[in-house]
């Protein structure tokens, strides 16, 4: 029964120069969110890494930086607070790649409960045009080479289909209060079922995937002993399940609906 209890969290980090006077402030952050959520006994975490920069010509020393999720906790904590801001060129950056590399790159764990969280004190690449083409809103287009689009082909509904594809929640920590940046920060995460904050309420997040969590894995016991039910006896519905477990129906009822969610049952109960 792996995966009951999985939580797997990507970091994706800004660290071009522009982030020379944040950089600080967001790695003490990052390592208090690890903090935190290693403290809950009941979830078995894991910590992946993502840096971003920009796109060549605008800067080249890489685009993405990918370091793997990983349970070595400690090992983590040391990649963050070696983070160096440097290089960039215009103000926009490679947020999308970035984004994208962590939904794609990271070997998630089967059935755990996956979130991104994104740092950053720049928008992505053409994206007041895209908030111009697709909600009608304009916006400033800033300091943008390609203003009409990222040169990797990517836009906010691109980046947030992968990230739903793969079951990604993302919570973006904007270290700003420029508009351009906290509109596409905002974007990226709400379409993904997160929420978009100031830097300075970073607790705020670690507070939302703490409740999460809490939601998720506070009935693990429960949960492991609906998904025997089911493995034993085949296909019954919640009726049957609440009968054999002599429970009432309600608490097996969601406990399915976790399950299902996370692909345990492979959409084989009828509820």
Request: charged residues 20%; hydrophobic residues 40%; proline residues 4%.
């Amino acid at each position: 029964m792996k995966g009951l209890n999985y939580v797997d969290i990507c970091f994706v980090v800004d660290t071009t120069g522009s982030m020379s006077s944040f950089i600080q402030v967001a790695q003490q952050q990052l390592l208090k969110a690890i903090n935190t959520l290693s403290t809950d006994n009941n979830i078995n975490l894991q910590v992946g890494l993502v840096e971003y920069r920009d796109h060549p010509p605008q800067d080249t020393s890489f685009v993405t930086r990918i370091y793997p999720l990983t349970d070595n906790l400690h090992k983590m904590q040391n990649h963050i607070r070696q983070l160096r801001a440097d290089g960039g060129g215009d103000g926009a950056e490679a947020v999308y790649r970035g984004v994208e590399d962590a939904c794609q790159q990271m070997r998630w764990r089967k059935h755990s409960c996956r979130f991104a969280i994104l740092v950053g004190d720049a928008p992505p690449h053409g994206f007041a045009a895209w908030m111009q083409t697709n909600r009608g809103v304009k916006l400033g287009k800033g300091s943008d080479s390609w203003h009409d689009g990222c040169p990797s082909g990517l836009d906010v509904q691109l980046v947030t289909a992968t990230a739903e594809d793969k079951q990604v929640k993302v919570y973006s920590l904007c270290m700003v209060r420029d508009r351009l940046t906290n509109e596409a920060f905002n974007a990226i995460a709400t379409l993904t079922g997160g929420e978009c904050v100031p830097a300075d309420n970073a607790n705020i997040v670690i507070t939302q995937i703490q409740s999460i969590l809490k939601n998720e894995f506070s009935n693990v016991t429960f949960d492991r002993q609906v998904l025997q039910t089911i493995q034993q006896f085949g296909q019954p519905d919640v009726t049957e399940i609440a009968q054999i477990l002599d429970s009432p129906r309600l608490p097996v009822a969601a406990s399915v609906a976790r399950l299902g969610k996370r692909g345990f049952l492979e959409k084989l109960v009828q509820i």
